[in-house]
Nanobody, 129 residues
Framework: QVQVVESGGGLVQTGGSLRLSCAAS????????MGWFRQAPGKEREFVAAIRWFDGRTWYADSVKGRVTISRDNTENTMYLQMGSLKPEDTAVYYCAAAGKYFSGTYYYTSLGNSYDYWGQGTQVTVSS
């Protein structure tokens, strides 16, 4: 069993910053990529960012590009999402996801929730105006 655990959410004012962390642990699995998704109340889950584990290639949704940086620490098997210039529309539950199998390195497949096998419980990010 693989456990995916997010941390770092909270309440921040508009323009502020937060760093989310995600650790995947448990049985050994071939980690192809990890990503962040978010879901706001009444809205569908949407892709935020992803990172391919072996080479660190990254993908970002247009809505966060330039304000968010995804990174990984291979030694700690941990992924991070550094968010800045936060806006009220960034308010959502942020989910970490891990992909244990290969998928094509295109934005389409990287941003697709079904490409990921393991999901965390989510961490709330609230941006006040």
């Amino acid at each position: 069993q693989v456990q995916v655990v997010e941390s770092g959410g909270g309440l921040v004012q508009t323009g502020g910053s937060l760093r989310l962390s995600c650790a995947a642990s448990g049985r050994t699995f071939s980690r192809h990529a990890m990503g962040w998704f978010r879901q706001a109340p009444g809205k569908e889950r949407e892709f935020v960012a992803a990172i391919r584990w072996f080479d660190g290639r990254t993908w970002y949704a247009d809505s966060v590009k330039g304000r968010v940086t995804i990174s990984r620490d291979n030694t700690e098997n941990t992924m991070y999402l550094q968010m800045g210039s936060l806006k009220p529309e960034d308010t959502a539950v942020y989910y970490c996801a891990a992909a244990g199998k290969y998928f094509s390195g295109t934005y389409y497949y990287t941003s697709l929730g079904n490409s990921y096998d393991y999901w965390g419980q989510g961490t709330q990010v609230t941006v006040s105006s």
